[in-house]
């Protein structure tokens, strides 16, 4: 099974606190990190980004990013809601609730928007919360609709807000 590179807690706290400084190529690269792009992808990223041959190994040894198992991402893919399934509020634990939406605007912002949604995923990062990330729903639609259509955006809009009743 393909490994990915996922942000550690360490990595997710730096894109929201800005300890440690980064330079603007490495921390791009950091923004870029999902756990769903493989090493071939984020490397043609860090080229067009003119961030050092040896950034992913740089984010490791600052113990921002290591990588996991694509098993573990297929075991959350299995166990997420599924389009229509709503996210029951009260047997779920709000840090759930974030990961679960992080997730579901992570993985749609990648998919039908790609790096022209680099900007609204830098936005996505800042969220500490799930209120948050809910706050942001009606950018990431207007994103979808610039990308795909109306419609789409729409009914994308209406199934993420029914996840998180």
Not at 143 to 160: G, I, N
């Amino acid at each position: 099974m393909q490994t990915m590179w996922c942000k550690t807690e360490a990595g997710r706290n730096e894109i929201q606190q800005r300890t440690r400084k980064l330079p603007a190529a490495l921390r791009s690269i950091l923004l870029l990190v999902d756990g769903q792009r493989n090493d071939d992808e984020l490397r043609t990223m860090m080229s067009g980004l003119h961030a050092p041959d040896d950034a992913l190994q740089q984010l490791e040894a600052e113990g921002l990013i290591e990588r996991r198992s694509g098993a573990a991402w297929v075991l959350a893919a299995v166990s997420a809601p599924k389009a229509g399934e709503a996210l029951q509020a009260s047997t779920k634990t709000p840090a759930d609730r974030y990961n679960l939406l992080y997730a579901r605007i992570t993985d749609d912002i990648r998919s039908h928007i790609g790096l022209k949604g680099y900007f609204l995923q830098l936005k996505v990062e800042r969220c500490a919360d799930a209120d948050e990330l809910v706050a942001l729903l009606p950018d990431v639609a207007t994103a979808l609709t610039k990308a795909r259509d109306h419609t789409f955006a729409t009914r994308w809009l209406e199934d993420v807000r029914a996840s998180v009743v």
